[in-house]
């Protein structure tokens, strides 16, 4: 199995900035591409950012570009999500997915998810 373990959420202010992390283990953990999914109160969960399983190829919702930025260290396996200039829509629970080979960045074709990371930004 692919174990992943998400931190960094967290209350911000608008504008303010957040540095999710991503712990992926498990013996297949580098056969997943890594992604970051995003659930506001009563919204369906959203693909915000992924990437592939070299760290190369990077995806983002169109709402995060520019101010989002996704890095994967393929050393440790360690997924990052840098969170700039925040805004409150932002605001929800940040899941860390793994996704089996390459990457759509879609969640019905995930195959593991992390229990979340709470992120606030306030007006």
């Known amino acids: 199995q692919v174990q992943l373990v998400e931190s960094g959420g967290g209350l911000v202010n608008a504008g303010g900035s957040l540095r999710l992390s991503c712990a992926v283990s498990g013996a297949a953990a580098d056969s997943y591409s890594i992604g970051w999914f995003h659930q506001a109160p009563g919204k369906e969960r959203e693909g915000v950012s992924c990437?592939?399983?070299?760290?190369?190829?990077?995806l983002y919702a169109r709402s995060v570009q520019g101010r989002f930025t996704i890095t994967r260290n393929v050393d440790n396996n360690t997924v990052f999500l840098q969170m700039n200039n925040l805004k409150p829509e932002d605001t929800g629970i940040y899941y860390c997915?793994?996704?089996?080979?390459?990457?759509?960045?879609?969640?019905?074709?995930?195959?593991?998810w992390g229990q979340g990371t709470q992120v606030t930004v306030s007006s």
């Open positions: 997915a793994a996704e089996r080979g390459d990457v759509y960045c879609r969640a019905q074709w995930i195959n593991y």
């Open positions: 990437i592939s399983r070299d760290g190369i190829r990077a």
